[in-house]
């Protein structure tokens, strides 16, 4: 049987070690960037209008979810509509875009996001992707591997933009 | 002798007998077949509606400068003292909003009518939720405004129903009080028509119908209004045909279709479809047997029986459908004694609808394109539109007020002063607003999007914009925003004579900066410029920017006077406002047939024509027209958002133009007359004074947006003398944008450092 001070110190040891683990965890989840397919909230600064077209585009991507393609680009174009400096409108549409093979116009939506959120490292990483995509798409390699480039200096474990640059028949080395 | 004259008599009396079967069978044939080809071809020309932009109502948003009370009156909402239990209703009070909403298909979905409330502070909401279940939502959308109706000859809205969508309440409720007999008649009811004669002949008029339900849908689908024996016996032997040949259900669906049910504005309401949307906000299949009894009564007159007219009297009439189907059992006394409670839906008649002629007559124009006009105006399409009801409504107060103002400083001319207006939203090309002219009821020529005008001054950005792009050749701009260009004169060829441009103030201005041409619209410098970088190099542009008309490659098309169609001129400047990416000008967003199946959808089509950087460079210039140019009226009328705009003035002042956009909304303002007699205005004097009003009214409760330069611009404080980086020497810097790389790189000489003229100031 051990002594009552030694159980104590064993407890204390292992409810700091949960407190640093869960710190830890916590810390990476704010480092790591936020999965492409999670809507990044609008700031707190935001104009109301650019709120609403956030909670639009939401909807819109549900829609997506079910394959109700045409139904949700109509909603990213009325959140849009209501709100031309929303970055989330914006961005949806240059991935909607960017699926059905229109790299133009996936790039300028990609364009306007980019000057819409200024240094954001998030908004900034997934536009880099969208740009990747694009111009993969359209056949401009130098520009496509550029872009990947960039999302890997953002997010250096970004899987997409890996694949990217493998597609490209660039391996970049795994960190 | 007379027995020879009697079979003759006999023969010619079988003739005659025969004679009159024949015509006789003949005229029942051809009503035969008029009963039934009508009724088995399309039954009713169904119009199309035109439908404006829903309106989303979300938090934050400001209600008052939204207009948001007076669309909901014109959606047909009614206020109510106690909270909205019924769809149409709504309440308002200083700090809550408590709103039922109707029922309205959607091109991508249904909403079936419920109850939201706004919690307000200032007009503004705070929250939104929904009242049945108490869940907060991120915004709601009130149902579109119809704007127009594409018809032949009157305007009859009408929603088809099935009997089977028909609730059995409404069915017998109308059966009850219209033709008790009705399922056991043969179209005609005797009894009915005895007891009318009797009274007619009491009153010495035809006042009562004694029509069965059969009759009065024979009545109102086959023949006039008419009161006359004739009539009546044609109107009897149709049921009578209509009766034998068709079933009761396929009668009675025909009848719930047909009917009159009173009018909403110029719309005449017909059928329990369309009825039941206008007075109780739902679809058919959702009336309660109170409004089921309500609508029945007001058969016989919707006009007296209206309940937002007259409710006492409909109220009146309702409870007395419902005593009769107690009396013949179609309804137990328990929902009876329920139905006679309801209270009458007290909404006042909707507010008179905005309507847009003008964009009626564009959609028709371009969905001729798809569609038949046959197809148009009979098929029942519901058509959805970019158009933003309140700022239409702006847009024409402004225009309105704007022509009438300058009438009154102008000599009586020949023919009323025109205008016209768009409003466009740059980054989805959606028009917002456009008005063709200032009555649509004197002419229906459309001045923006049928006209062909010379645009003056407004072609110069396009031209500069020519200058400033780089050569694909060079990889580099010719000119940068601080070039020194020479406004002196200039003689050029045109049509083969020497022509020499003059400014509008007489002056040439000698070497001034690119901007400084700009912002004050010197002609001969502009003429300098285009002839410095080549026409073809300028028209290569303004096709880029989507300009179609012909462009004739002379020196004077960098002044305007090449015609081009207004709309397309707003778009061009669209482009300039999005950075370059050109979006196709879009009204029509989406078409639906009657039965709810989207037939097209039209998506923004976007693509860059030019460089980001390119089309910033003009923005920043054009917004110094705004803030020391020509176009500086803007800010001294009041309008203090960040913009950019540009004056445009023809040849002996026949058009006079304002373009001009915030980063999210652009407007074009052209006043002028048909037949080209001269303004004696500028676009400045004329034009802008009513852009200035329009854009204050069209952005009201918008946020303040500025524009952002894009990466590949650098802004640096240039002397705006010299075009050199400003220094201590040179105090009145202002910002400039450079193309990266296009900055200048010395900096300016001219007088004395700050620290010296500090001294010199405090020792005089």
């Known amino acids: ?175 | 002798m007379a027995s020879s004259r009697r079979p003759r008599r006999r023969r010619r009396g079988r003739w005659a007998v025969w004679l009159v079967l024949a015509v006789g069978a003949g005229y029942l044939g051809s009503l035969y077949l008029t009963v039934t080809s009508r009724f088995e071809g399309p039954r009713w020309k169904v119009p199309s509606t035109v439908y404006a932009e829903p309106v989303t109502i979300y938090p934050g948003m400001d209600l008052a400068a939204h207009q948001i009370h007076d669309r909901l009156l014109r959606l047909g909402y009614g206020p109510v003292a106690g909270g909205p239990t019924r769809p149409g209703e709504f309440r308002w009070t200083d700090d809550r909003l408590d709103l039922y909403l109707q029922d309205f298909v959607y091109p991508d979905h249904r909403v079936q009518g419920f109850p939201v409330a706004a919690d307000l502070r200032n007009h503004r909401v705070e929250r939104l939720v929904r009242s049945d279940d108490g869940v907060s939502i991120p915004s709601v959308d009130l149902e579109p405004e119809v704007i127009a109706g594409l018809f032949d000859e009157s305007w009859e809205g009408r929603r088809l129903v099935r009997l089977a969508d028909v609730p059995p309440a409404l069915v017998d409720a109308i059966v009850s009080i219209e033709d008790v007999r009705f399922y056991n008649h043969w179209g005609i009811d005797p009894r009915a028509i005895a007891r009318a004669l009797w009274t007619d002949l009491k009153e010495r008029e035809f006042a009562q119908g004694g029509s069965t339900l059969t009759q009065q849908l024979v009545k109102n689908f086959y023949l006039t209004q008419e009161r006359t024996l004739y009539r009546k016996a044609t109107e009897a032997l149709m049921a009578l045909m209509l009766e034998a040949r068709y079933s009761k259900g396929e009668i009675l669906e025909a009848y719930l279709n047909e009917i009159y049910l009173g009018q909403r504005g110029d719309m005449g309401v017909y059928g329990v479809g369309e009825a039941s949307i206008l007075y109780f906000g739902k679809d058919v299949e959702r009336l309660t047997p109170a409004e089921s009894a309500l609508l029945a009564g007001m058969i016989r007159s919707p006009r007296a029986y209206n309940p937002q007219t007259d409710p006492d009297r409909a109220r009146a009439r309702r409870d007395r459908v419902i005593r009769r189907m107690v009396e013949l059992g179609k309804i137990g006394a328990a929902n009876a004694d329920a139905a006679l409670t309801d209270p009458v839906p007290t909404r006042p008649k909707a507010r008179t609808a905005v309507r847009a002629p003008y964009v009626a007559d564009v959609v028709r124009e371009q969905l001729e394109r798809l569609y038949s006009r046959d197809v148009l105006t009979s098929e029942g399409l519901r058509i959805f539109t970019s158009l933003d009801v309140e700022k239409q409504r702006a847009a024409e107060e402004a225009l309105r007020a704007g022509l009438a103002g300058l009438e009154r400083r102008l000599p009586k001319g020949p023919e009323p002063l025109q205008g016209g207006v768009i409003v466009m939203q740059p980054q989805t090309g959606h028009i917002l607003a456009l008005i063709g002219g200032r009555d649509y009821g004197e002419t229906q020529f459309n001045r923006m999007t049928q006209a062909r005008r010379q645009p003056g001054s407004l072609f110069k950005p396009i031209a500069y914009l020519a200058a400033l792009r780089k050569d694909a050749e060079t990889g580099a701009p010719r000119y940068t925003p601080v070039s020194v260009v020479e406004d002196v004169p200039v003689t050029v060829m045109a049509n083969g004579q020497p022509w020499t441009p003059q400014n509008y103030d007489k002056v040439y201005h000698g070497p001034v900066t690119l901007r400084t041409a700009l912002e004050y619209s010197f002609n001969a410098a502009a003429v300098g410029v285009a002839q410095a970088i080549g026409v073809e190099r300028i028209i290569e542009t303004a096709r880029a920017l989507g300009l179609t008309t012909p462009l004739p490659p002379v020196p004077s098309l960098v002044l305007g006077t090449s015609e081009v169609i207004p709309l397309e001129l707003a778009a061009a400047y669209a482009v300039l406002a999005n950075f370059g990416a050109r979006t196709e000008p879009l009204m029509i967003k989406a078409v639906m047939d009657r039965d709810g199946q989207v037939l097209a959808r039209k998506e923004i089509a976007v693509d860059q024509v030019v460089s980001p950087e390119e089309a910033y460079l003009i923005t920043s210039l054009l917004r110094g027209v705004v803030e020391r140019g020509t176009g500086r009226g803007v800010r001294a009328l009041g309008f203090d958002r960040p913009v950019a705009g540009k004056t445009g003035t023809t040849s002996d002042f026949r058009d006079a133009w304002f373009v001009g956009y915030t980063p999210e909304t652009l407007a074009l303002v052209w006043v002028g007359y048909d037949h080209n007699q001269s303004l004696h205005l500028t676009g400045a004097q004329a034009a802008l004074p009513i852009w200035t009003d329009v854009m204050r009214r069209v952005t009201a409760g918008e946020p303040i947006t500025d524009f952002t330069p894009p990466p590949g611009i650098v802004l640096r404080r240039i002397d705006p003398a010299s075009g050199l980086l400003s220094n201590s020497r040179c105090p009145d810097a202002i910002t400039e944008a450079f193309l990266a790389g296009t900055e200048p790189t010395g900096s300016c000489a001219g007088g004395p450092p700050r620290f010296l003229r500090w001294l010199r100031q405090v020792w005089g």
């Open chain 1, 1 to 175: 049987m051990a002594a009552p001070g030694v159980g104590v110190t064993i407890r204390v040891r292992i409810a700091l070690a949960t407190v640093a683990l869960l710190g830890g965890l916590l810390a990476c989840a704010l480092e790591r960037p936020l999965p492409s397919d999670e809507p990044i909230p609008p700031d707190a600064s935001a104009a109301p209008q650019v709120v609403a077209a956030y909670h639009l585009v939401e909807d819109g991507r549900q829609q997506l979810a079910i394959g109700q393609t045409a139904a949700a680009i109509a909603t990213f174009q009325k959140a849009l509509a209501l709100a031309p400096s929303s970055p989330h409108a914006n961005f949806a549409l240059g991935e909607a875009k960017l699926r059905q093979a229109d790299y133009r116009a996936a790039l300028i939506y990609g364009d306007r996001v980019a000057r819409l959120v200024g240094n954001d490292p998030e908004w900034r990483r997934r536009v880099a992707l969208l740009r990747g995509q694009a111009y993969e798409g359209a056949g401009d390699m130098a520009r496509a591997r550029e872009a990947y480039l960039d999302v890997l200096r953002l997010d250096p474990g970004s899987g997409e933009a890996r694949d990217g640059l493998g597609r490209l028949g660039d391996a970049p080395p795994i960190p």
